[in-house]
């Protein structure tokens, strides 16, 4: 609290030196020191004193501490070592494959026409741009679900029609995460309040809600009849829906927000992702609780969101790092060595396997926002779909396999008929009802 | 995790090496994540729970050990105010980022002797987010064009004795700044702050 020395009264003399609505924070301000300087000027102008010399020492010592940032260089002394550091000859700076817009070249693959255009654009409003919500998914009978804000919007790819599922009453308790069941038919929803809300969507109906998390709930997987969340709080949940006394099951090992989870296909593993940078592997054909990983994997030096089990080789996890880490892993997760690191050169949102040709998708952010195609086992690029304004957050595959489906932050959802089935017919069909598809204006969602 | 023994109790000289670790550790990320370093002569080793990138090139390693060691007799006797890794332009001797850490001792600890109570584990997570931010950092500092070295300024007590390889230098601030303050860590005895300065 500063003193009042000078001699004109404050009008309000016991009011705080806190904020008020000109100066919102006095923290960067010292005080003391703006009142001494403050007063000082007053005093000699008072004195009237033409020498200035006296006062110039005490000035210039404020002055320096000042500018200085509070650190008086009368009491500190800077020390440098006096060799200088080895110089890195020839070397340019590799950071600047973040920056730069270069397009990297791809092979011409002379087996298959992939095209470069969506087969279709789906209008997506108020689609969060947070990296940690899994807002899109395809069931298998057809239904793409996908949740802008509040609410849950199914569009069904047969009939091409849009129903909303649900609006959540208030405004903060916006949607963070949805899985559909293995069967189709019911939709897992995770909310930013840390609930698990289960919908049956023939019906349109609530079929119970399921809390217990502390923080919003980003990941959802499930695993026949148990449905396994991941909360910003680093813990994951394992939920029995058919019991009353649903939360089975609690593996507490992530110390920031699990973004990345999913079971295996064969149902006897889970990987887990999270902000922590860190990715599990649990094992729980034991139990469901109190065990440990049986792999922790801490190569990635970013956030990891993009997890995907490989459909043929059930030892096989492919993971995709955050910007500053920016490569796809694929690990075996059986004796926990990495197979393989590909450097991506951007942000990795999320990875698919295709079964048809053995091959993988990721989708991207800065600076391509693009969909990249890779062939198994070699990793090279096969494709690079362009087209998104914004970074891809979200894929998702159609349940016949041939199409992906991608949300990202420009407020679209760009279907790709990338993986084709019968090489010869449906590459003609497709070339065709593409070109038509995408003169065609935007359908809406809404 | 390994059952070692999981000692509570922080001495002076512990909270030493876990800071002169950090600052051994924090300096080989910046010069990796900054591309100061060809990415090839860094090696991964298991740390605080995170794998991180330490240099492998001699040279470099003989300059670093001999510096940390020095820093480590300035904490243990709390002489030391500041440790600042400054990142300048090869050719135009331009100050372009400035990774500034504030040292703060308990003069107390240093007094009695006594060791204080923290656990390992909190510390090493309070570590680990420090470095996990310096790692992230890439997402809003801009890009270092052309050759870049670096430089390291610890900042003393005014009497203290300069030893054989040091010398007096000047603050080596940068003119146009925008300033990001990152997490810090305490070990109860030793509490360190983490800033960066960039030029605008």
């Known amino acids: ?446 | 995790m390994a059952a070692t023994a999981t000692s509570n109790a922080i001495t002076l000289k512990g909270s030493t090496e876990i800071v002169a670790e950090f600052f051994l550790y924090g300096i080989n990320s910046i010069l990796y994540q900054r591309g100061i370093y060809p990415p090839e002569s860094f090696t991964r080793v298991q740390k605080y729970g995170l794998t991180l990138l330490v240099t492998s090139d001699d040279k470099l390693k003989d300059y670093l050990n001999p510096v940390i060691a020095q820093i480590k007799e300035w904490l243990y006797n709390m002489t030391v105010k500041k440790l600042v890794v400054v990142i300048k332009d090869v050719d135009t001797n331009e100050v372009l980022e400035r990774w500034q850490f504030d040292v703060e001792g308990d003069k107390e600890a240093l007094k009695d002797g006594k060791p204080r109570q923290k656990s390992e584990k909190d510390i090493n997570n309070e570590i680990s987010a420090v470095i996990r931010q310096i790692t992230a950092s890439v997402t809003f500092l801009p890009l270092l064009e052309g050759a870049c070295a670096f430089d390291l300024l610890v900042y003393t007590d005014k009497d203290l004795d300069v030893p054989a390889k040091w010398g007096e230098d000047g603050p080596q601030f940068i003119a146009n700044s925008e300033e990001v303050r990152l997490r810090s860590f305490t070990t109860s005895i030793h509490k360190v702050d983490a800033m960066v300065a960039f030029k605008k």
Request: with cysteine.
């Open chain 1, 1 to 446: 609290m500063p003193t009042q020395k000078g001699k004109t009264p404050s009008k309000t003399p016991n009011k705080q030196s806190g904020p008020d609505r000109f100066i919102p924070s006095r923290s960067s301000q010292d005080i003391d020191l703006s009142h001494f300087a403050i007063m000082k000027e007053k005093g000699e102008n008072e004195e009237n004193d033409p020498d200035w010399s006296p006062s110039k020492a005490p000035y210039q010592n404020q002055l320096n501490t000042v500018l200085n940032k509070g650190d008086n260089p009368q009491d500190t002394k800077i020390l440098s070592f006096n060799n200088k550091c080895p110089a890195a000859t020839g070397h340019s700076n590799r950071m600047k494959v973040l920056y730069s817009y270069s397009k990297t070249t791809v092979p011409k693959s002379a087996a298959r026409n992939i095209p470069q255009q969506p087969d279709r654009i789906l209008d997506a409003p108020d689609l969060l741009d947070d990296y940690y919500l899994n807002l899109l998914d395809w069931s298998t009978s057809n239904i793409l679900a996908v949740a802008l804000g509040t609410a849950i919007y199914l569009w069904n790819a047969t009939t091409c029609t849009i129903a909303q599922l649900l609006n959540m009453q208030s405004e903060n308790d916006y949607i963070t995460g949805l899985s559909w069941t293995p069967e189709g038919g019911i939709l897992a929803v995770g909310t930013n309040a840390g609930a698990v809300q289960l919908w049956d969507t023939e019906a349109e109906k609530l079929l119970r809600v399921m809390t217990g998390h502390a923080a919003r709930v980003g990941a959802l997987s499930w695993n026949s009849h148990i449905v396994s969340s991941g909360s910003r709080s680093g813990a994951i949940h394992h939920h029995d829906v058919r019991v009353p006394d649903h939360h089975v099951g609690s593996l507490i090992e992530h110390t920031q927000e699990v973004c990345g989870l999913t079971w295996s296909p064969d149902g006897r593993h889970l990987a887990s992702g999270g902000n922590d940078n860190v990715v599990n592997v649990w094992d729980t054909t034991l139990a469901l609780e109190g065990v440990s990983p049986v792999q922790t994997f801490t190569h990635h030096l970013a956030a990891v969101k993009a997890l995907a089990w490989c459909p043929w080789n059930p030892v096989i996890l492919a993971s995709g790092g955050g910007t500053a880490d920016r490569h796809i892993r694929l690990w075996n997760i059986s004796n926990g060595s990495c197979v393989n690191a590909i450097d991506t050169n951007s942000q990795v949102c999320s990875i698919l396997w295709s079964t048809e040709l053995k091959e993988m998708i990721s989708g991207h952010g800065y600076s391509q926002n693009q969909l990249t195609i890779w062939k198994y086992p070699q990793m090279n690029r096969i494709a690079e779909l362009t087209g998104h304004e914004a970074r891809v957050l979200s894929l998702t595959m159609s349940p016949c396999g041939t199409t992906v489906a991608s949300a990202a932050a420009d407020e679209t959802i760009r279907l790709w008929k990338c993986f084709a089935k019968d090489k010869e017919k449906v590459k003609k069909t497709a070339q065709t009802k593409s070109v038509k598809e995408t003169f065609s204006l935007p359908s809406r969602i809404r």
